[in-house]
């Protein structure tokens, strides 16, 4: 078995998505609501998006302190407190600071809880095992989507988890889905140029416009080695929401992938999208979260 290239691998809290700070401040506020800005909330939101963006990239005090815009002192005591309730962690010295366990307690109390995840797993697992391939579900969140869960093919491995990754809307098939379910005026892109992950993905407006198109009218997305090169994807927007939040995909390394495969993945990720539609109609009773 092969490994599978971590170029997949993209991390959030790149530039397109206004930094930290900047998202933090847009979930903290109300729109319309009349309600302030509770400052130290949208400062300790956007300190934690920092550390998590960082990965395995231990950041010291100044360096936060100025990246935030925030006194050397205040930093210190924020970075203190957190550390003491586990939501950062720090290194003997006490002078590196990563992402520290509460965040995974938080993040896997999302998944367990959200009753979309909890019933769209086994459909996961039964797609997978029609196919061989690896399947993922994906919610779309501002200009990118988040994987929620994934199903790994046999044919090859992965020595670090999707789950919780982002990766830019425009660039794969999940968010390609998620997109065309959308007006063209109303698409959550970013200000400024579209990032490039591989020399296939769409930088340019008009050309992913044209892609979207071809989306609706096929009634699933295609992605040719836009987000990892040797890869193509197939994704399936879940209209239980509308406009849909959540898409389901199929990977396949391209080396196999020929004509009759990839109808047949098409056929089985379109069935299993039915099946997934059905459970979770609005008769469901599945709550709203958003």
């Not at 050309?207 to 197939?234: C, K, M, P, Q, W």
Request: hydrophobic share 35%.
């Amino acid at each position: 078995m092969s490994p599978m290239p971590e170029s997949e691998d993209v991390r959030g809290g790149g530039p397109q998505d206004g930094g930290p700070l900047a998202r933090a401040r847009a979930r903290v506020r109300t729109e319309g609501s009349g309600v302030r800005e509770v400052k130290s909330a949208a400062r300790t939101v956007a300190l934690l998006e920092l550390l998590a963006a960082r990965g395995d990239r231990p950041a010291r005090l100044d360096e936060l302190a100025e990246q935030l815009g925030v006194p050397r002192s205040s930093m210190y005591q924020l970075l203190q407190t957190l550390v003491d309730r586990g939501w950062v962690r720090s290194d003997t010295t006490g002078s590196l600071y990563g992402i520290g366990i509460s965040a995974l307690h938080t993040g896997t109390s999302y998944l367990d809880s959200d009753p979309h995840v909890r019933t769209v797993r086994p459909y996961l697992d039964e797609a997978s095992d029609a196919l061989g391939e690896t399947i993922h579900l994906a919610r779309l969140d501002g200009p990118n989507v988040v994987y929620l869960a994934t199903r790994e093919s046999h044919e090859y491995l992965r020595t670090i988890s999707r789950v919780g990754r982002r990766i830019p809307a425009h660039a794969g098939a999940l968010g390609k889905a998620l997109l065309a379910e959308r007006p063209d005026g109303e698409l959550p892109l970013p200000d400024g140029p579209l990032a490039a992950l591989t020399e296939n993905t769409h930088t340019d407006r008009a050309t992913l416009l044209a892609d979207l198109a071809e989306v609706r009218e096929r009634g699933h997305s295609i992605d040719r080695e836009e987000t990892v090169t040797g890869i193509a994807g197939f994704g399936f927007a879940l209209r239980y929401d509308s406009p849909a939040s959540d898409a389901i995909s199929c990977s396949v390394p391209v080396a196999r992938l020929d004509a009759e495969h990839e109808a047949r993945v098409v056929a089985v990720m379109r069935e299993i999208r039915t099946k997934i539609e059905g459970a979770l109609s609005p008769a469901s009773g599945a709550p709203d979260w958003r």
